[in-house]
């Protein structure tokens, strides 16, 4: 049967806002599908357009799929949503790239003809499901030597980043912390973040923590405006003594959803739905699970490649920023200046925090604020590095191009 | 008394209340809306126990409100809202709180107490918004109609002001603000109509539909979206519109329409409903104080009468003893019921497999002697559950599961071989159950419980030439059984507590309220119907006429006349109780001749319908015969309550069942008695007449009265 690719588009994105991990965060009280369900009715309720029952799949990441996150999530919040009983879902799990993975396997889906619409994103709410929560690692791993033992913890991963790149400083990650947080400030100051935020009811029984009863969480909670070098100078490094990792140049361990409609591009048209983004090209790449953090540029290489694009086509970056460092190593792999207004403009990850499985669809709704706000960028992209030694590349083309000026 | 003196006190007299708290939290509204304080309404425990307000939970409030009051007067919040915890937003004030009240200053301080916090909401210097988030009932709804804006969750399972129902007023403002909100026919519905029509609950959709709410959202994000339409009202983005109040003779065709309603349901024998409706005319002004300081006097009037007192007694009883029935052996003496045996398969054995397989949801099988009659058993059962399924009651799948269940067979081997539990519904004749008895015990395995659905025959007896006596359980239920919730279960003589236990189990899964009663002649309610029936019948025979005999028992508001009931209830039934009764207690019980031939003539009754009105049958009166004795109304009352007295008495010294209530839970349950008798024992100890049969009252002070 003979068969056209069909090209996909990104309609919109939502999410939640992020919060703290741990007892004291704002979702401490909130069930991790319910954070879900909020994303998807959202999406639903701003885009009138979308006959739901059209839908083809909800694809849903999580990293740890265990109770509020298990019992396959990408249905499950289906159902809770109100979307037909017809529409199907899934779970989906690439640790930190789960919500990247849930838009490429169904864009996949859409440009293969399976689908036409399709809601793709993820949660982690990594105070009810803290890391490692449950894993059990085949003892082959460490027996036959086939990782070291540092590569299942994240915050050593970067460390050994430290060790290949000697010429990434910690002065370099602090500064570049410091110029995410200032970004992230403006960006709330500026609107370019809160249109894409959902505001949820959090639930707060435990006075400890502060008023009680019904509240709602409208901020990203983990932002640090005003951090300084001076204020990250003193910050312990607790993946290894005298260290480069700190809770500063670093995500942190956060709770939050997101979701996204993606769409083949004829459908999104007869329906009248928004293009806010088209997809390029899109890739997957590993690395020593050692040095994950390095997994965004054999990714992006191969996305590249595929796009018949190079680095320098490429205008507007989004890259996670799980540490510093890892984006430092990506930039200096491409010879771009730590401070290329290009990257992040709105902040990143160390500001907003890294609810691992939900943050692929939060890099999409920045990157497509840039390409609203920038008619003169045609391409960009979304890179994250992944737990186990990989790395994700999205590229992505601004539908609001209007020609290089 | 300022209000924190006043609560103060009443909190001293409740000392055992959950006292719910109002936590007050602060949130930036959408849209640069501006700053909100939101009070959560939540006692702490999950759902399974509903926030309530008692003098306490009031002081809290109070103390929130006195937050969110100097806060809006400096400025630094917009609006202030009420929600509650989880799936519950208040369900109003603790009873218990009321029954432990003994002054009538104390019960005025009450409504006072409530009146003087709920008003603050509305005289708030900023707009206030309550947020139905889930059940919300009597003073939960008023706290809320108290705000300037509402809404609600299309997942309220149940709103509603139930005060009427249990013998009180809406009175912390229900009264005078609903009929000012969505006008008084509507509010006349709920707090009238749906309470007197055994509290029917509305559904948020219904909430909204009346106007009580001004906006309405789904569950998943209800507060979010709540919070999100607050923000659009206070910008401007939003205008809530509310229908116009007519204040003309709309107002008062209304509440003479309510009155209509509450005679018909009471007929003017229990207060409260009248009194709600003097509050609703007199609020036509729209003078909310006048209308409060009104509600205050009404709801402690009502609180200091025996009727309230009797209607909580008879709301705990159906709440909490039906739920566990009294002198039943321990539940984990009971043995599963994996299919169920149906002997006969008459109109009633019919009624009873459908019951048992929409219940259990087990196999059910229906025998008779032919299979012509087992055919039309099963036929009827099949159609029973098409006419469920053309109402959308049950979906086509579970249609055809309960049509897979129900089957007829003449192989009683093979049919109750396997069966946990065989219920005989044959004719009412010792013998014949008897054998249908015996051949069960053949066919059936030693541990299946073999029940009687008889009316009054002896269990013992019946169980008396089996091998296994002990397996045997009386199982009566009570006519429609799909309605009536009814059941009362007999221990026979040698009804062991297996048995018995298993009995209990399938009562609970049928969902029926059973109540433990000893092998007695017709056991509870038939026992007590028949000689309340039997002065009724006997003051006619006597020769007092009929309309009189009616007019006589008005006072108790019993939901039918007796002569409607002998109707309802069949008089060949009738008479064949009464029988068995006369032949037990020869000295109480007579047959009365009249009824007897009222059956030969085959007779439903005393009257006939004409032009739509219903008058004596001129057919029946020339087939009785009646004496010369005209006894006025109250003789009539007074000799059938002095029966009905001496024989719960006589009853209660034999051991029929445990305790008084449990006869009140049987004549509610089982005969529809209302609460403002409290079954019957409340009311007779109130009026005298317990005392004056029997020298003493049934019912320890405070049980269903004013405490001592």
Redo the contacts between chains.
Sequence with gaps: MPRTARDVVFVDGVRTPFGKAGPKGIYHETRADDLV??CI??LVRRNPNLPVERIDEVAIAATTQIGDQGLTIGRTAAL???LPKSVPGYSIDRMCAGALTAVTATAGGIAFGAYDIVVAGGVEHMGRHPMGEGVDPNPRFVSEKLVDESALFMGMTAENLHDRFPHITKERCDAYAVRSQEKAAKAYANGDIQPDL????I???NPDVG??????A?TDEPMRPGTTMESLAGLKTPFRPHGNITAGNSAGLNDGATASLLAAEDVAEELGLPVKMRLVSYAFAGVEPEVMGIGPVPATEKALAKAGLTIDDIQAFEVNEAFAVQVLAFLDHYGIADDDERVNPFGGAIAFGHPLASSGVRLMNQLARRFEQRPDVRYGLTTMCIGFGMGGTIIWENPHFEGGK | MSTTELLKRAAELFPGEVVT?A????????LQAGKLA???L?N?FDHTKPTTFGPGSLAKLSEALDQVEAEAADGKIVAVAV?GK?FIFAVGADLKGVEVLKEHSDALAIGKGGHDVFKRIAALPVPSFAFYNGAAMGGGVEVGLHCTYRTVSTGVPAFSLPEVFLGLVPGWGGCTILPNLIGPSKAIKVIIENSMSQNKQLRGKDVFELGIADAIF?P??F??QS??WASKVLTGATAVEREEIDRGKAWDDAVAWGRLVADSKVHGAAPAAYKALDIIQQVKDADLQAGFDAEDVALADLIMSGELRAGLYAFNLVQRRAKRPFGAPDKSLARPVTKVGVVGAGLMASQLALLFARRLQVPVVLTDIDQERVDKGVGYVHAEIDKLLAKGRISPDNANRLKGLVTGSLDKATAFGDADFVIEAVFEEMGVKQNVFADLEAVVSPTCVLATNTSSLSVTEMASKLQHPERVVGFHFFNPVAILPLLEIVRAEKTDDASLATAFGVARKLKKTAVLTKDAPAFVVNRILLRFMDAIQGAIDEGTPIETVEKAVLPLGLPMSPIVLLELVGPAIALHVSETLAAAFPERYTVSENLGKLVKAGKRGFYVWQDGQQVLDPEVLALLSFGTTVLTEEQVLARALDAVAQEIGLMLDEGVVGEAQDIDLCMITGAGWPFHLGGITPYLDREGVSERVNGKKFLAPGLASIPA
Excluded: Q
Excluded at chain 1, 198 to 201: A, F, I, L, N, Q
Excluded at chain 2, 23 to 30: E, N, S
């Design positions: 369900v909020k009715r959202e809770l949503s109100g959902v505001p949820v009811s639930r707060n029984t008023e009680t009863g019904w509240g709602l409208t | 708290s936590h007050v939290r602060h949130l930036d509204l959408p939101l009070i959560t939540d702490g929600t989880p789904e998943a994000d507060l979010e919070l999100l």
